[in-house]
């Protein structure tokens, strides 16, 4: 079975053996690699609930505390099928990667529970939010470990966690020492949320395909054509964002089936009809008739080889292989999931020419929008989205632009120009702190 947690620790070996010769002595930068490999603090185990039939069941949960060198641990968590310890350890050191690389002060984490929530009552969604920050305990809190949504949790699951937690401290009088409301970030707007940060992902990724526009001389956006794998909060904002910017977003699919509209779609009107239909396949037209019209039916494979100048993966890893890699016709890939490419596909598209703008700056727009959050909550002072945008936008831009210029120089990928200026920064934050 695929190891997510070696690729990413190969990922740092290759970015590592580029960096070492920044650094003159060799064995303290050896050192410093040899902790970056591991999460700091792996948390694991069971937590058990009573379901609506009476009958209690229980799921194996994990966090990966993997950086905290740069502040503290930050990262989404997950409900999902195919959750494991190495996909929730090599998602940690992804998102140390992700806060460095748009220079956020955060470390990365990640947690994770093997659930399929599809199968849940709301209820029984609940008391597994809030057993899972039971389980978590003071482990995680504003200035120590903030969790955030990731593939399946929701503003309403942050919203519980913040209660639980906050019922937590109060059960040991110290819910005054701290902001609970700053203990999560994702939260609901009713709730300390963020103005902006339901959007802020797909949305920052679409500031990263303006600025790669202007770098590559990109004259008429409306036919810059673009296929997007993945239909949930990420693929959804990122094609409502790109196709309000003038970019002609032809293909979108959900983890059933997708569509191909040559024309360009709506991404407001499909996501109307998944929702009504259930399925993105389903809005398709079929032999018969064509009463929803949006163009013809796709799968998830056919998808990433579309002959687009874009493809944006936008819902889990491992899906750009050394299999598919070779089929692949666009020209740019924006990775706005989370390790959709493995290592071996990476090369294969190196050698091919196709141009990655890695996970860890493409959609950092999150994790970023999560940082203005927590800073509103701290401080007890929230933003209008104007505000919010302005900050979002040039913090983008400015990773972008520091990254590009390491990849122009170099002569390198763009991810080994990220990872570069990323490990960099963790790691000169392991010596400023003398922990190596
Ligand atoms: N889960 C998102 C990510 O992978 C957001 C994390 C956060 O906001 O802390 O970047």
């Given amino acids: ?35 970056l490999k591991k999460p700091e603090r792996l948390l694991e185990g069971k937590i058990e609930i009573t379901l609506d039939s009476g009958k209690k069941q229980a799921f194996q949960v994990f966090r990966s505390q993997h950086s905290s060198a740069r502040g503290p641990y930050k990262g989404g968590i997950r409900f999902h099928p ?43 969604l609940e008391k597994l939010s809030r057993a899972y920050v039971r389980f978590l305990g003071t482990a995680v809190g504003p200035w120590i470990d903030v969790p955030a949504p990731d593939v399946n949790t929701t503003p309403q699951i942050m919203a519980w966690m913040v209660d639980e937690y906050q019922a937590m401290l109060n059960e040991t009088n110290t819910a005054h020492l701290q902001n609970p409301l700053a203990s999560f970030t994702g939260k609901p707007l009713e709730l300390g949320g963020s103005q902006g940060r339901e959007e ?39 094609a409502y964002h790109a196709d309000t910017a003038g970019y002609k977003v032809v293909a979108v699919s959900d983890s059933k089936s997708g569509i191909y509209v040559p024309e360009g779609l709506d991404p407001v009107r499909t996501l109307e009809c998944k929702k009504e239909t259930g399925q993105i396949g389903a809005c398709a037209c079929n032999e018969k008739e064509c009463n929803v019209s949006l163009g013809t039916k796709l799968s998830n494979e056919a998808l990433l080889e579309l002959d687009v100048d874009v493809l944006v993966p936008a819902a889990l890893e491992n899906v ?45 727009g999150g994790v970023s929008t999560s940082y203005f959050e927590w800073v509103q909550n701290l401080s007890g002072y929230s933003w209008s989205k104007a505000e919010v945008l302005a900050k979002l936008q040039p913090l983008m831009a400015t990773a972008f632009e520091g990254i590009w210029s390491v990849y122009a120089q170099e002569k390198t990928t763009v991810r080994l120009a990220a990872y570069q200026v990323a490990v960099k920064r963790v790691i000169d934050a392991l010596y400023l702190r003398g922990r190596v």
């Fill in 1 to 35: 079975m695929h190891n997510p947690y070696k690729d990413a620790v190969t990922q740092l070996e290759l970015v590592a053996k580029r960096l070492a010769t920044e650094y003159e002595d060799k064995k303290r930068f050896a050192a410093a690699v040899a902790v």
């Fill in 82 to 124: 195919g959750v494991s310890k190495e996909e929730v350890q090599a998602l940690s050191l992804w998102m140390s990667w992700k806060t460095a690389a748009v220079d956020i002060p955060y470390g990365g984490a990640k947690g994770g529970i093997i659930v399929d929530p599809k199968k849940l009552s709301k209820s029984e």
């Fill in 200 to 238: 802020a992902t797909g949305l920052g990724g679409v500031y990263i395909l303006e600025e790669l526009a202007k770098k590559l001389n990109w004259k008429r956006k409306q036919d810059i054509t673009i296929a997007i794998q993945g239909f949930g909060n990420v693929g959804y904002w990122f």
């Fill in 320 to 364: 750009i292989t050394a299999e598919n890699a070779k089929n692949i016709k666009a020209k740019t890939i924006i990775e706005m999931a989370n390790g959709p490419t493995t290592p071996e596909a990476d090369e294969i598209l190196a050698k091919r020419d196709i141009r990655v703008i890695p996970d860890i700056l493409a959609n950092a």
